[in-house]
């Protein structure tokens, strides 16, 4: 195994970073980073992991997204993982049985990924000199 150079020895193949009995494959893992990169499917990610289970009409209404849009980024969270749909025995004040839930891989790639860069870049501005001020 090639190793980058530093203080810290790190696979220079990013693959060979999984456990060998790792329940999801390297490819998995890109794809669900690419689902979050884009900007509809984060806000859904980051609504269901923040406010709980909700129902399509719920997503539909708080994050004011057509139909046809929120089931297309829907079922694309849910085919890479990020997000479970299930089936209420009985049907909501709606009328409706289906609603969405962040899975726990959705709660960590949000709290770990993108959220925590965003989280730090107070940090990131102070090691780069970056100030608030314009000329």
Do not use: W
């Amino acid at each position: 195994m090639a190793t980058a150079k530093g203080d810290k020895e790190y696979p220079l193949d990013p693959a060979e970073m999984l456990p060998e009995d790792s329940i999801l494959s390297f490819e998995e893992y890109i794809d669900m980073q690419r689902a979050i990169g884009e900007g509809t499917r984060y806000r859904l990610l980051h609504y269901l992991t923040n406010c709980g289970d909700a129902s399509p009409k719920e997503l539909k209404t708080a994050l004011d997204i057509p139909g046809n849009t929120l089931h297309h980024h829907l079922n694309n969270l849910v085919d890479v993982g990020l997000v479970q749909k299930r089936a209420r025995n009985e049907a909501d004040s709606d009328g409706l049985f289906t609603y969405y839930r962040a899975s726990p891989f959705g709660k960590l790639i949000l709290e770990n990924g993108v959220k925590e860069l965003m989280r730090m870049e107070g940090d990131f501005r102070e090691m780069y000199g970056a100030t608030d001020d314009t000329e």
